[in-house]
């Protein structure tokens, strides 16, 4: 009753930035979510539509019987986000923030702002979403796993709540979609940029020409022409990124302030990019500016049309993060960087003919990842007709297959047909990581190494934390050297995260960590994120009745040169999760992997000049050729116990035995193609009870009788 009261309270007298196109729409939109129970914002960059659209909300008399829940496709994206809405609002406690192990919610939200993960998250538990009376799916034009996932479930959920609000955003015009999959629901288009952009083509004049040079020709171009107004280059790859810099930093390091930007540059130089005042600036990034962060001052952007997309092929198993051409609309939310603070200009180093024969959109992720911990997900909430689930965009039969193969192979599914979770498959679908990585923790209880692959594990659901800066990268490898081990880059993970945690000094506990990870070239901010994954997975572990333990600390390998029992109980953990990523080595440097790939240690592995016959990966990545990437080396005994689920047996030479006074074959055990185990003698009568019988006359009586 008390909490209903507090939501009860008087929403604060609302104000609204002048300058932002939506509150010019204010009207129209609050009369459409009167009209209608479902409506869909189109808002260029810079409409305003995501801070401004909540309090619209309240505006509109929504957050009185229930909580406005506003998602963010990214944790940094929705603490900013809050934290505007609440300044803007001038009332802390009417805005929440609930992300990844960050709740700051409470009983006197008005509006809650989140992750998509985190409000899935919550449908598991309250199917109906009670505690919320809206829901605005932002950024929904991002067409991420989450997103996809979500608005099927708002389309169930909308069916059944009559008094609930759903108000969707997107930054593209690719609203139509979005209607028809919500019946028509009404489009609300606000322009977004405050200046207009002109567009300009630049093709290479030479074939041969690099994209870093055609990039330094662009801003030496740019920088003739004009005095002033910041610059943004949009390159693919960090390789391309380096080169560019380099190239440009010739003739404009006097003038130019040039910074890099992508996801693994350490915080404190991608900060660089967002600084004002100085000198004019160059900022060099990868699509990771290409929606998610504004950067203040851009007048120009140069726009290869390239991106790193990563792809997943059910067919071969392998993920993809193959260079191409990006989509019209990218193209246009990439023009949309500049003329933000004066008309701005974009040049397309491409022709106008590329840009008219590129897709519309960027094929949605769910067309292009490993569909399995959806598959879980949906099967948790007592959906098994995954076909009939209903999606804005249908993902291949073959992508939900091979989602439920995966399911399969890790033992949280009965069976494929059947689609029954095991227990195994309720606790992974509990646990907020990949279902691979959920199945080690299980395995990992069983060998009594909990403790040991629980680092391991919280590491491989975050970014690598280790940190390469251009201008250092010698040191960088060289400190990292000191936590490898030549076996295992898994155990080079565990090594880190000892040595993290053990570190010494008189400094406070946030120094001492800090100067670690610089003496280290760790980010302090991912190794932060190391720690609260390891602390969230351990919660929910000790939630479900297990035990957290490691194992009494020992060598690797012994005197002869074997895995100790510490070794392997830690890798069979792994491999638990991990058994379609197994690899027999072919020859030097060449390893054959399941489904008769062909595959090669990736160069950052600690095994790159491995001889180790037998491997299992983490991940196999397709670039310039199939990598496996973050490997071990492997005992092929283990596998025939923890794959006995997906060996095939065959028997050969069934005889009559004297010695055992039974039939007797020899027993061959395969597994996805490979021969794990052969040379074993079984009795033959429960494989084959005629064929054993009949041996057993031939050989045994018939010999009798004529003896």
Known sequence: MSRRYRRKRPVPALEYPANLPIVHRRGEIIDAIHRNQIVIISGETGSGKTTQLPKICLEAGRGLKGLIGCT??????????????????????GVGCKIRFHDSSGPENLIRVMTDGMLLAEIQKSPNLSAYDTIIIDEAHERSLNIDVLLGMMKRLIACRDTLKLIITSATLDTQEFS???????????SGRVFPVDIRYMPPEEDSMSLAENAASCVKMIMEESQRGDILVFQPTEQDIRETIELVSREFAGRLNIVPLYARLPAAQQNKAFELGGRRKLVVATNVAETSLTIPGIRYVADTGLARISRYNPGTGTHGLPI?????????????????????ICIRLYSEESYRTRLEYTPPEIKRTNLAEVVLRLLHLGIEDIEKFPFVTPPLSAGIRDGLRTLREIGALDTVKHRRLTPSGRLMSRLPIDPRLAKMLIQADQESCLGDVLPIVAALSIHDPREFPPEK?????????????????????????DAFRAGGGKESYTGRIKKFCKEHYLSFRRMREWMDVHRQLALVMEENGYRIRRMKTTAW?????????????????????LLSHIA??????????????????????????????????AELVNTSRLFARLAAAIDPQWLEDLAAHLVKKSWNNPHWSQKTGTVMAEEQTHLFGFLIAEGRMVPYGPINPPEAREIFIKSCLVESASS
């Open 72 to 93: 963010q496709p990214r944790r940094i994206a929705a603490l900013s986000i809050a934290a505007r809405i609440a300044e803007e609002m001038g009332d802390e406690k």
């Open 180 to 190: 028809r999959h919500f019946n028509d629901a009404p489009v609300i288009e606000v």
């Open 324 to 344: 191409d051409l990006i989509s019209r609309a990218s193209a246009e939310q990439r023009a949309g960087r500049c003329g933000r603070v004066s008309d701005g």
């Open 473 to 497: 990268k010698t040191q960088a490898r060289s400190a990292h050297a000191v936590f490898r081990d030549e076996n295992s880059d898994f155990i080079s993970w565990l090594n880190i995260w």
């Open 557 to 577: 390998l012994d005197k002869h040169g074997h895995f100790t029992p510490r070794y392997a109980a830690i890798h069979r953990a792994l491999l638990s999760g």
């Open 584 to 617: 027999r080595r072919e020859e030097e440097g060449v390893y054959l992997a399941t489904r008769n790939r062909k595959t090669y240690i990736h160069p950052g592995s600690a095994l790159k000049k491995s001889s180790q016959p037998w491997i299992v990966a």
